[in-house]
DNA sequence: CTGAAAGCGCTAACAA
DNA sequence: TTGTTAGCGCTTTCAG
């Protein structure tokens, strides 16, 4: 900057100003700083500016996996927003670990990075007050509460409803559930709306139907062999999201349990494998990309400074296929 | 760190010493230092350093959608393999557009990444060319060479040999391919791979069954769609990429057209989806989790002071399902 | 084995 | 309308 400043015959808070446009500068001297500017190829170095003025451009995202197309789809929205406003997301996986995820959330900090967007699976739930005393906005995903922090969630209360209110009417009668894992932050919501639809449709869930896993394609596998091994065995099965849920369909393909004759089977999320595995899956539709909209809203609000505690709920809802 | 040395009695500089442990420190002092940096809560500003040493810990993953499982999966394990080496990945979508492509590149260079993998689709050959001038280290991983870059590209060849023969040798004749964009940079190399593995299989692949996309679901579809209206149908398809032979699926089905027994389908990848769907998509696998790794090595080397312009090879193969 | 001090490139008072 | 200057927090000579 200073060889522009001096290329130009100004000084470098000159530079400094045109560039920003943060005071008036003299056509003339705008000309001549630009003309500098050019002929040297000159780009303000980020990483200068940031020690100056405190800010970082680096926005986290934490999640379990990226590669899971939920989280992918999240990503990509994210993305879409909060560079639109001049911030890079950097993507993290945690494999759900809580070790990982504290260390990671750590790193946030230590990195100072202008913001995070977390979906965390087995964090403390006031894991982020030394994140927002140290004054960096952040952002959960996740169907808990977590202290401090804005929060995405799912309002999928009625969409849980109809599909068990779907299974009872085409005649099931015992669900199993696919959860979350046992020791997740603030248990399980996901489990306890099905339970409470369950009741309302008139359903049991027996607790031995009601298998933990780590909402993997794997999990979905173990999990539905530890349902054909039940006492009595379900007619129907809700999953934590829909990758358990195609893992659910690969353990009834190998032991040659038809879906939906023998089993109704409905997921959540609908991601784009919902649509492509046959059958077609049912499920709750939870639009990855509008979480990550609503999440980008949320963060882009605290780094402007409005410094809320604030719930945004996304609406879910019943996508009916053929797997019920 | 002013307030750690004067906490523990020393000077700024020995705090630096004790932390990074580029030079022997007394035990008592280190102790102190220690000592302090504990008690203050301490941790380096990464800003900061990154300004006084002149290296960044961000790499930039720059690919046309992050929402593609290929992609995702590439990004994870970069992520995984980086992390190890105390390196951040922003990932950013280009969505195959040439202007956001440069936009992002020199983004690259204007940030002062530590770095850049990409997978350019309509770059010029030669855009790298200031990058590397600007020293900054690169990755692309694509099908087509790029000037002064590493690469990590598919050895496929073989594969796209036992794909074709495979055809042949069910007694199809007539092979249409969904390709890649016509303006992408250094034209088609799947296809071209195709045309010799046909030629070789005694195929034909008349020139109105070649059908240009931009590697989407959508693009599938409407790739159906035109090969459908075509004077002479196909009876085999090849697909640039699994997404779009998902689209060639839906499309068939829209059309009441039978995989295999009408027409059969091969992808490219061997994303997750390949063998969700039914029937289970045949295809050239591509290991998106090994390219990521590959990626991540070559970058590495090229941080580390080696200045090779090196082509990995990352093998495919043919792996055989049911819609062939 | 340790300290003093320069300086990375920028921004934002403050002064003119 | 412009310039001078301090300093963000760190690393790294150079000197002791």
């Given at each position: 900057m200073t060889d522009v400043a001096r290329a130009a015959g100004v000084s470098s808070a000159t530079v400094s100003y045109v560039l920003s446009g943060k005071r008036p500068v003299a056509d003339e001297t705008r000309q001549a700083v630009e003309e500098a500017v050019r002929r040297l190829g000159f780009t303000l170095n980020p990483v200068a500016r940031s020690l100056r003025?405190?800010?970082?451009t680096f926005v986290a995202l934490i999640v379990?996996?990226?590669?899971n197309p939920f989280y992918a789809h999240l990503a990509g929205a994210l993305q879409d927003q909060l560079r639109a406003h001049g911030y890079h997301v950097v993507v993290s996986n945690t494999a759900a670990r809580r070790e990982t995820e504290e260390d990671l959330l750590r790193e946030v900090v230590g990195q100072r990075f202008a913001g995070v967007v977390m979906t965390p699976f087995?964090?403390?739930?006031?894991?982020f007050k030394d994140l927002r005393r140290a004054g960096v906005p952040a952002v959960v995903s996740a169907d808990v509460e977590f202290s401090d922090v804005d929060l995405v969630m799912p309002d999928s209360t009625a969409a849980v409803q109809r599909a068990l209110a779907l299974l009872a009417a085409s005649g099931r009668r015992r669900v199993g559930v696919i959860a979350?894992?046992?020791?997740?932050?603030?248990?399980?919501p996901r489990l306890e709306r099905i339970k409470d639809a369950a009741a309302a449709a008139g359903l049991s869930i027996p607790k031995d139907l009601v298998v933990p896993g780590e909402h993997t394609r794997r999990a979905g596998v173990l999990g539905f062999e530890r349902l054909m091994a039940a006492r009595l065995r379900p007619d129907a099965v809700m999953c934590v999201n829909d990758v358990t849920a195609v893992g659910v369909m690969d353990g009834a393909e190998q032991a040659g349990?038809?879906?939906?004759?023998?089993i109704a089977v409905i997921g959540h999320d609908?991601?784009?494998?919902a649509s492509l595995v046959r059958p077609r899956l049912t499920t709750i539709s939870y639009p990855a990309r509008q979480v990550g909209r609503s999440a980008a809203r949320l963060l882009l609000q605290q780094m402007d400074g409005r410094a809320s505690c604030r719930v945004e709920r996304v609406v879910a809802d019943l996508v009916v296929r053929s797997s019920t």
């Open positions: 003025t405190g800010r970082s379990p996996d990226i590669a087995r964090l403390d739930r006031d894991a979350g894992p046992e020791d997740a932050t603030g248990g399980d349990v038809e879906i939906p004759a023998d609908d991601i784009d494998f």
